[in-house]
């Protein structure tokens, strides 16, 4: 057992870890932040994305105390009830929110994408969710929701 300490959305938190836990096993288990999800625990789905340090990472793939003082953003941490965030509120009014499995993960790497690349092509686009795999459906809903929530980012600018 180590103790850690870490922002996590915003609030400083301390947590007690084991050795071989991983981040997304203390946000899921510890935090309770059940956004994130475990697809494939193998780095391949996406589904577990968070921003560690405003970097896109798979959670299932870092340890624990990798994020010993560090910034984590989950999917709960991007907007409040009353007042989305607006890559959340585009997926939404695009139609694209899919499954709650790839959803959060896909939200996750279009706001990092936003954040470094805010008005970014179609193939842009695809290029920053090619880490987030959905089995089910097609892509361009999503994609359109990005081209969105760019295009309401800038205006509010
Ligand atoms: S669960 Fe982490 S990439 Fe699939
Ligand atoms: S995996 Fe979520 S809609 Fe296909």
């Known amino acids: 057992m180590k103790t ?37 625990g193998e780095g391949e789905c996406g589904a577990c994305s968070v921003l560690l340090n405003g970097k896109l990472v798979n959670a299932c793939m870092i340890m624990a105390f990798q994020a010993e003082d560090s910034e984590v953003i989950t999917i709960e941490g991007l907007g409040e009830n009353e007042k989305l965030d607006p890559i959340q509120q585009a997926f939404i009014d695009t139609g694209a929110v899919q499954c709650g499995f790839c959803t959060p993960g896909m939200v996750l790497s279009a706001k990092a994408l936003l954040m470094k690349n805010p008005t970014p092509t179609k193939q842009e686009i695809r290029r920053g969710i090619s880490g987030n795999l959905c089995r089910c ?20 600018d």
């Open 137 to 156: 459906t097609g892509y361009e809903k999503i994609v359109e929701a990005v081209e969105l929530a760019a295009k309401r980012i800038a205006e509010t």
């Open 4 to 40: 850690i300490n870490l922002k996590i959305n915003g609030r400083k938190r301390q947590i007690e870890i084991e050795e071989n836990e991983r981040l997304l096993d203390i946000i899921r288990e510890g935090f309770h932040l059940t956004g994130t999800k475990e697809g494939c």
